[in-house]
Structure formats: C-alpha cells, structure tokens
T-cell receptor, first 114, second 113 residues
Framework: GENVEQHPSTLSVQEGDSAVIKCTYSDSASNYFPWYKQELGKRPQLIIDIRSNVGEKKDQRIAVTLNKTAKHFSLHITETQPEDSAVYFCAASNEIQGAQKLVFGQGTRLTINP | NAGVMQNPRHLVRRRGQEARLRCSPMKGHSHVYWYRQLPEEGLKFMVYLQKENIIDESGMPKERFSAEFPKEGPSILRIQQVVRGDSAAYFC???????????FGSGTQLSVL
C-alpha cells in the first residue's frame, strides 16, 4: 500500500521568510496530493491540492510542486505570517481506487517567529 | 451550509463501555469517511461509506469497531468495549461525489479512563 513520508517534523522560520515542506510517496499509481493545515484542537483544512497531470499549482502565497518521476511533492509558503503557524499534513491517494482514501504524512509543525 | 458536524466534541468513557460518535455530512454530500488521529501523528483512514453502504472498511480494526450511514440521520462510528488505546481524535469527512475534495468536521476527542 501507499506510504507517505514528510519532512521536516518541525520547522521554525522568521516572519516574512519562506517555508518549504517536502513529502515523498511510494505508490506510483497515486495521482491526487492535497495539503491540509491543522491548528491546535481544530479540524484539518484543505489549503491546496494538485493532481498528477499538473507539475505546479499556486494560490497567492502558497504553492505546491509535484515531481512524478521522483515521487515527491512540496509545499511552499512565501512571505510567512504568524497566522501560518500550524501543523501541515501532506497526503496522497489513487483516484481510481478511491480518491478519499487519503494516506497522510506524519505532519510538520510550522512556527513563524515574529 | 453548516459544514460537517460531529458530536460530541469530547467523549469520556471507562474501559469496557461503548462509544458512539456521530457525523452529519455537509448538505448535499452523500460520501462519508472516518479517520483516526493519535497525538502528534497524521490521520489514519478507517472507513468510507455512502448512504446505507460500506464501500471500504480496510482501515477498521477487525473487532469492536463498526460504522453505519443510514438512509436517514447521521453516520455513526461505534466502538464497543473501549480500551485505553482507543483514546484518540476521530474525524469525519464528507464529499459530494467520489473523487471530490474532502471536508473535515471538528472531530470527537475520545478519552478512555
């Protein structure tokens, strides 16, 4: 089955700097890769996703890149702000077998230092 | 649209008791998923249901756990004879169709004493 590895487990950056979180996956059939943001005690919220027919997707300060050959994808947050502090999870799934059977990474705790 | 609603928000049970967790999907969503999250870990898939049908329960423990999504009413995740290891946050998510994005509820924090 699919296995998703996420790095780093913790990340601390200065406000205004960029943050990058990386994930690798094992199943070459995976074709959907969402990123979720979870604040303490709250629900995971979808912030951006990418499908395997696209190499990069951007939404304001957030971007995701996908390298299918290497089986890794990354989240990029630019001009970080204190409200970006949260735990971020990547996930992967195979839409043919069940798009919502997401396999999650272990999470990255991002701290933005003012 | 009120979003995915889960209740209770917190549930405390003693070992051996039963826990019933409820999830009402977003309006218009007929697909429901349950995930479990242990502290400092990612979410683990448990089960995927459509109205009156279990589609994929490959992540459900073989014993004590069951799920349903009746024609009327919320989806229920039921844990019988709870043990301390069942303590976790249980999240429900819904989508309008298979292949659509998932929207998560606020979760139920289960604590087993």
């Amino acid at each position: 089955g699919e296995n998703v590895e996420q790095h780093p487990s913790t990340l601390s950056v200065q406000e205004g700097d960029s943050a990058v979180i990386k994930c690798t996956y094992s199943d070459s059939a995976s074709n959907y890769f969402p990123w979720y943001k979870q604040e303490l005690g709250k629900r995971p919220q979808l912030i951006i996703d990418i499908r395997s027919n696209v190499g990069e997707k951007k939404d304001q300060r957030i971007a995701v890149t996908l390298n299918k050959t290497a089986k890794h994808f990354s989240l990029h947050i630019t001009e970080t702000q204190p409200e970006d502090s949260a735990v971020y999870f990547c996930a992967a799934s195979n839409e043919i077998q069940g798009a919502q059977k997401l396999v999650f990474g272990q999470g990255t705790r991002l701290t933005i230092n003012p | 649209n009120a979003g995915v609603m889960q209740n209770p928000r917190h549930l405390v049970r003693r070992r051996g008791q039963e826990a019933r967790l409820r999830c009402s999907p977003m309006k218009g969503h007929s697909h429901v998923y349950w995930y479990r999250q242990l502290p400092e870990e990612g979410l683990k898939f448990m089960v995927y249901l459509q109205k009156e049908n279990i589609i994929d329960e490959s992540g459900m423990p073989k014993e004590r756990f069951s799920a349903e999504f009746p024609k009327e009413g919320p989806s229920i995740l039921r844990i019988q004879q709870v043990v301390r290891g069942d303590s976790a946050a249980y999240f429900c998510a819904s989508s309008p169709n298979r292949g659509e994005k998932l929207f998560f509820g606020s979760g139920t924090q289960l604590s087993v004493l």
